[in-house]
């Protein structure tokens, strides 16, 4: 008996508490990603249930974005102001309402759902980072933004490998429902296990004056990074970079293995989340390496190079094998993962009171993809192909995919010229 109670002391010593305390925050962003690729493993199931074609199942799903992205400032200077565990709590039991709406069989209340999905998400990975602000050294904060991000793949990875199966013998109402319980026991997890304040910092008189900044004072904050050219370089190439995620992973991965590529459901369901894998090992190495060599400029300018080069020949050249494929995918989220790079730059040209607005307006601008491109492309897919509707899941071509997808070499072009512009911070956090 004393040998567990001393193992459980030291699992919950100071040491391991910050480690803790993000770990938790980030099972929330894990949750939330799950929830952010349901449509694509259920994609005929939905547009057959609303009779809708590509263009409208993109703006089915992009109904997240519409509440997710506009929200990132707002949240951001609430978590400065607040703190993240009442926030959390309440944003984990609005997905849980979000997510049963979405189960439902009319479409307007099916899109409310995912956009009450995409209000609750929106807290998430701000919040996890607003942890780790408080929590972790400052000095590895593009490593942590890393390993963030690799535990938030895990939802998606899960997500694509364990719904499509459930999908098939449950049925997709079901599937959903199980992911609100789940939504619920996690909430409860949050609101008895997170600490808004680190205790090694409560002595700090500048902790206490940051706890105690007025809103007037953070929105002056808000306004300043609105001005500031490094913060709006840092969010664009952001939002290009995470292309290959937000539109192709997310949504219309699995369809262009299924028609495109030719892939059984069950194996698209398995390959398409090597992506997300890759971005995973890509945001903890990267992350990790900037902090060493304390540079973000080059690691971002040569990762989007190598991202653009790789999606270059995955999209364009014909005849790839199942093999080439696979290990495509998973280098195009691997270069693509110094996306993760571009929060710190933001977050290193702010004061530390404001981190939490910073990085939530540097959220907000990598959001903006996934929110603009997943109904466009779709509408290309439906102009492209000639046809206006593809109620039935008709299979659309190679060709009508390289056309559509063209848009994520393109911004992944663009990211490598913005990268040029951007300051190099030197892995310095202003005061």
């Not at 890759?278 to 400029?297: N, P, V």
Request: overall charge neutral; some cysteine.
């Amino acid at each position: 008996m004393n040998t567990q109670t001393k193992t459980i002391s030291s699992i919950f010593s100071p040491k391991y508490l910050p480690w803790i305390m993000c770990g938790i925050g980030a099972l929330f962003y894990c949750y939330e990603y799950f929830l952010r690729v349901t449509p694509s493993v259920m994609q005929h199931e939905l547009m057959q249930t609303f009779n809708i074609d590509n263009m409208m199942f993109g703006f089915l799903s992009a109904f997240y974005y519409y509440a997710y992205t506009p929200l990132q400032i707002p949240v951001g200077v609430l978590m400065d102001r607040f703190g993240p565990r009442r926030l959390i709590t309440f944003a984990c039991l609005i997905c849980v309402v979000g997510t049963c709406l979405f189960a439902a069989n009319i479409f307007s209340i099916a899109a409310f759902g995912r956009f009450l999905v995409g209000f609750g998400s929106a807290f998430a990975f701000v919040g996890v980072m607003k942890l780790a602000s408080i929590w972790l050294p400052p000095s590895r904060f593009a490593m942590v933004c890393g390993l963030v991000t690799a535990l938030g793949m895990l939802g998606p990875v899960l997500g694509d490998i364990l719904l499509t199966p459930m999908v098939n013998i449950i049925g997709w109402h079901q599937t959903v429902f199980i992911t609100a319980i789940l939504g619920v026991i996690l909430a409860a997890i949050i609101w008895f296990s997170i600490k808004d304040k680190n205790p090694a910092q409560q002595l700090n008189a500048a902790d206490e004056l940051h706890q105690s900044t007025s809103f007037r004072d953070l929105f002056s904050g808000l306004a300043f990074m609105v001005r500031t050219r490094q913060v709006w370089f840092a969010g664009i190439i952001a939002c290009f970079l995470y292309l290959p995620i937000s539109v192709f992973a997310e949504l219309w991965g699995i369809p262009y293995l299924e028609q495109a590529q030719h892939f059984p459901e069950i194996h698209a369901s398995i390959v398409n989340p090597l992506l997300f894998v890759g971005f995973s090992i890509g945001g903890i190495a990267f992350g990790w390496l900037s902090d060493r060599i304390e540079r973000r400029k080059i690691v971002i300018i040569v990762g989007a190079a190598l991202a653009l080069i790789v999606s270059c020949i995955l999209f364009y050249v014909p005849n790839l094998s199942v093999t080439q494929i696979c290990v495509l995918l998973f280098l195009l989220g691997l270069f693509a993962s110094v996306e993760v790079i571009t929060f710190a730059v933001s977050r290193e040209s702010v004061a530390n009171r404001f981190a939490g607005t910073a990085i939530a307006m540097t959220n907000f601008l990598t959001m903006l993809g996934g929110m603009v491109f997943q109904p466009v492309i779709g509408r290309l897919l439906d102009w492209h192909s000639g046809n206006a509707l593809h109620l039935s899941g008709i299979a659309l071509t190679n060709s009508d995919y390289r056309f559509a997808l063209s848009i994520v070499p393109i911004c992944l072009a663009l990211a490598i010229i913005f990268g040029v512009f951007v300051h190099e911070t030197g892995a310095e956090v202003k005061q």
